[in-house]
């Protein structure tokens, strides 16, 4: 069982930045292919951003030149950057690993962005 933990979500005003991380445990951190959720209320969960084991990765048109996912297999951990924050970003945001056909979420985390 991997344990996916995400934390870094808050309260922030339009225009501000934050950076969410998310640790996975297991000793094979580095062939997960790790994604970014967001589900905002009344709203469908969707794919914010993706990056594979070698590192590519993939953003949303609406968070695209905004948000900047990364990772550091050292630190079995996953990151997303979120800068120029509107309010429409605000949602709880999970993280997502993913092994072949297995997958594993963590709990999310909240990001209000309002003045």
């Known amino acids: 069982q991997v344990q996916v933990v995400e934390s870094g979500g808050g309260l922030v005003q339009p225009g501000g930045s934050l950076r969410l991380s998310c640790a996975a445990s297991g000793s094979i951190f580095n062939l997960y292919v790790m994604d970014w959720y967001r589900q905002a209320p009344g709203k469908q969960r969707e794919l914010v951003a993706r990056?594979?084991?070698?590192?590519?990765?993939n953003h949303a048109d609406s968070v695209k030149g905004r948000f900047t996912i990364s990772r550091d297999n050292a630190k079995n951990t996953v990151y997303l950057q979120m800068n120029s924050l509107k309010p429409e970003d605000t949602a709880v945001y999970y993280c997502k690993a993913v092994a072949g056909r297995l997958d594993w979420w963590g709990q999310g985390t909240q990001v209000t962005v309002s003045s």
């Open positions: 990056i594979t084991p070698g590192g590519s990765t």
